[in-house]
């Protein structure tokens, strides 16, 4: 079996460190994606907002602390070293890719995080994850394309176009001792154009081919000054197709081991268009170098970016350009140094081969050994490196991506068993209160039907009382009705009819009175069943939902609603009977044909004229008999016995007329409350107004009860609709307390996995 070539063996070792790469990454974009859709639709996600220990630096949920400047401990410990230094942040939290940076400018100690709800604060991370995801994918299409790209930026006027012309042994970039470039410039092999040298101004990179010639422009070199400089036509790029003078080994376009693309930069602090333009380009580009005007250091924007650019590369090339104008030198490569120190330990730890201090305009002019020394090294560091220089930011982003998941994970896990505390302890307290509340409410529906029934049952039995012992005294009602005689007979009876009627509509407007009286007793009771609604402990927040829901049966509103239902229900009927709307006197209404009371009479005058003739003469049986005796004058006697006889009979009748006449008022009230009394009895008029009142009762206090039993099942149903959303909260909280101890197990295996694609370098 032959041996592989070294050179085949680590392009082999390389393609599997890819593949294996590039699989994490499609992990971790899942994960992220997965927390997003968690934090959308389930729970919203914890963001820890820890504050600085002691010793400086917060904890990490994946093992040993994590800081700023220490690389992220995910199982063994990753050859990648220490992360850039931050300055100290007063709301540290471990986090670094997913750090949501909210301190107010010029205020480092004005933190607005916590100000912020916990939805805002979900929706801002829920943004941040959707970006990180975004730049992964960019991470995928590096790690899968084995052309590397090289970005040069820095400063205005650090001399990057410069750099990149002596990088390629061409004068092709406009440069100037003033800013030009406005829009970027990509140096490529002419062999990626069919080996024809061009430049071409591409209005769309995501449309842009080479072999379509719709999708550029070509520029004429005498016109590429003006499209460097101004960008009229609003060019998104420009391609520059060439041809470079040194051979395979020496080159850095055409190298023979992969494709590599010069992208010369705007200026950092031009505009902020341009500065954001630029941190978006960075997520494409596999090395950076960043050029120093050693007349000016590092800028505020420079290290803002280098900053950026360091979540993702540990090693950034640094040119300090310009150096031959520095008087002392060994002065400025200090101060350089320091602050590479601070903005990239790792830059710092491997400066001897990532730090160089050239002049570009030297190489230019003849060649300098310094120049040279830094050309050799970004060669290494970009072909013979390419682990460091390609996959390592991509391990590099991946791990600080998922220790950032690690540290929301153990912050959400105990975030969720925190909320599954406080919920059963709000569930547990509030027992007591719910099952006192349920029993309150069947007592109090039992009562309230007992005061209903109790109270109608009242009302029918005064009625029927009452208005049965009317019915029975009615004429007594016509007693006080003045008697005019005979001529005013039929003048009176009409009055005694008048006064009947207008008694029996008096007491029947007495026992609506009375029926008006148990409705307001037995919304006075209901009510002080709604008042121990009302009084049940309980905790603020239940009182405020239960006073904003709860309809009271007390108040002034309750009043004018019974007074209303009263009013309206158990006012005056108008008509009392039917039967007396259309009651007529009558003639009998005058004389009393009872045969029992008209004997009783005429016996009492017979007696009474019997008495009376013999008290008058004591010979009148004697004359009388002699009379009989007288036999010779028989027809005498007989026409005086007829006199007599016709005399008594006189006397008897004219007796009989007379107590007729002088009995004739009580006859008439005698008989039309008898006739009254009938006409009530057929219609049923006693039990008509106690069935009446007693419904009319039930119509006006049922409502009442309704409303009090609606009230109680109301906050039964307000307390059973809060105790519902706590256990779907707790049960909420369950789920991604698993979801996300889950996902730290995840996080936590896929750290380890990216981490052994370096274990063997």
Not at 57 to 69: F, K
Not at 426 to 440: I, N, Q, S, T
Not at 519 to 539: K, N, S, T, V, Y
Not at 650 to 664: K, N, P
Request: proline share 3%; with cysteine; glycine share 6%.
């Amino acid at each position: 079996m032959s041996s592989l070539d070294p050179g085949d063996l680590h392009e082999r070792m390389f393609a599997d460190k890819c593949r294996r790469m590039h699989t994490y990454l499609l992990g971790t974009r899942t994960l992220l994606r997965d927390i997003g859709e968690h934090n959308r639709a389930k729970w919203p996600v914890h963001y820890p907002l820890g504050r600085l220990a002691p010793g400086g630096r917060a904890a990490s949920a994946l093992g040993t602390g994590s800081t700023r400047d220490s690389e992220p401990t995910l199982g063994p410990e990753p050859p990648l070293g220490p992360e850039p230094a931050a300055m100290d942040d007063p709301a540290d939290n471990g986090l670094s890719v997913l750090r949501l940076d909210l301190r107010l400018s010029y205020h480092g100690d004005s933190d607005v995080m916590g100000s912020l709800e916990e939805a805002s604060i979900a929706r801002l991370l829920d943004e941040r994850l959707a970006q990180c995801a975004a730049h992964i994918d960019k991470l995928i299409a590096r790690v899968a394309d084995r052309a590397s790209k090289i970005l040069v930026t820095g400063d205005l006027n650090a001399g990057k176009s410069t750099l990149v012309n002596a990088l390629v042994r061409r004068d092709i970039l406009p440069h100037d001792q003033q800013p030009c470039t406005q829009l970027f410039c990509e140096v490529v092999d002419a062999g990626l154009n069919g080996g024809v040298e061009e430049i071409h101004a591409v209005p769309d990179i995501a449309a842009y081919s080479p072999r379509d010639a719709a999708t550029y422009v070509r520029v004429a070199r005498d016109a590429l000054e003006d499209v460097v400089m101004e960008n009229d036509e609003q060019y998104q790029q420009l391609k520059f197709y060439t041809h470079e003078r040194r051979g395979a080994h020496e080159g850095l376009l055409r190298n023979g081991v992969a494709d590599v693309a010069l992208i010369d930069s705007p200026g950092l602090n031009r505009d902020s268009l341009k500065t954001t333009q630029l941190f978006a380009r960075q997520e494409e580009i596999d090395v950076v170098v960043f050029v120093v005007n050693a007349e000016n250091h590092f800028t505020l924007s420079g290290q803002d970016f280098l900053l950026t650019a360091g979540n993702e590369k540990a090693h950034i090339f640094i040119v300090v350009n310009r150096f031959d104008a520095i008087r002392r030198r060994d002065r400025c490569e200090r101060m350089i140094l320091d602050q590479i120190r601070d903005l990239s330990p790792l830059t710092y730890a491997e400066r001897a081969d990532l730090v160089h201090f050239v002049s570009a305009h030297e190489q230019l002019a003849g060649g300098s050994a310094a120049f040279a020394r830094m050309e050799r090294s970004l060669r290494a560091f970009t072909l013979e490196q390419r682990f460091k220089s390609k996959l390592a930011p991509a391990q590099r982003y991946a791990s600080n991506v998922l220790r950032d998941v690690g540290v929301l994970a153990a912050a959400n896990v105990a975030a969720a068993t925190r909320r599954i505390q406080d919920i059963n302890a709000v569930l547990r307290d509030g027992m007591p209160r719910y099952e006192a509340l349920l029993e309150l409410r069947a007592d109090a529906s039992r009562r309230a039907d007992a005061v209903l029934d109790g109270s109608c049952a009242e009302v029918r039995r005064h009625t029927t009382a009452h208005l049965a012992t009317t019915q029975l005294h009615l004429q007594d009602a016509a007693e006080k009705v003045a008697y005019g005689g005979l001529l005013a007979l039929w003048t009176y009876a009409e009055n005694v009819l008048l006064a009947i009627v207008r008694h029996l509509e008096h007491e029947v407007a007495e026992c609506d009175r009375f029926a008006c009286f148990a409705i307001q007793h037995a919304r006075a009771e209901l009510a002080a069943l709604d008042d121990g609604r009302r009084a049940l402990d309980a905790p603020p927040a239940a009182a405020a939902v239960t006073d904003a829901t709860a309809d009271p049966v007390t108040g002034d509103a309750a009043d004018d609603v019974a007074a209303s239902v009263t009013a309206s229900q158990i006012a005056s009927i108008g008509s009392i009977s039917n039967a007396l709307d259309a009651v007529q006197l009558e003639l009998g209404d005058f004389v009393d044909l009872d045969l029992g009371r008209s004997w009783a009479t005429l016996t009492s005058l017979t007696s009474l004229t019997a008495s009376l003739g013999l008290l008058a003469s004591k010979s009148a049986a004697a004359n009388a008999l002699a009379l009989l005796r007288l036999s010779s004058s028989a027809s005498v006697g007989t026409a005086t016995a007829r006199r007599l006889l016709a005399a008594a009979a006189v006397l008897v009748g004219a007796g009989s007329v007379f107590y007729i006449v002088s009995d004739m008022d009580a006859t008439v009230r005698r008989k039309l409350a008898a006739r009254v009394a009938l006409l009530l009895d057929e219609e049923r008029f006693v039990a008509h107004h106690a069935d009446r009142l007693a419904t009319e009762a039930t119509r006006a206090i049922r409502p009442f009860v309704w409303r009090l039993q609606h009230n109680f099942q109301r906050m039964v149903e307000a307390e059973e609709l809060r105790r519902a959303d706590h256990l779907r909260r707790r049960r909420c909280a369950q789920d991604s307390q698993i979801y996300f101890d889950e996902l730290r197990a995840k996080a936590q295996d896929l750290a380890a996995a990216v981490h052994a694609v370096s274990a063997d370098m």
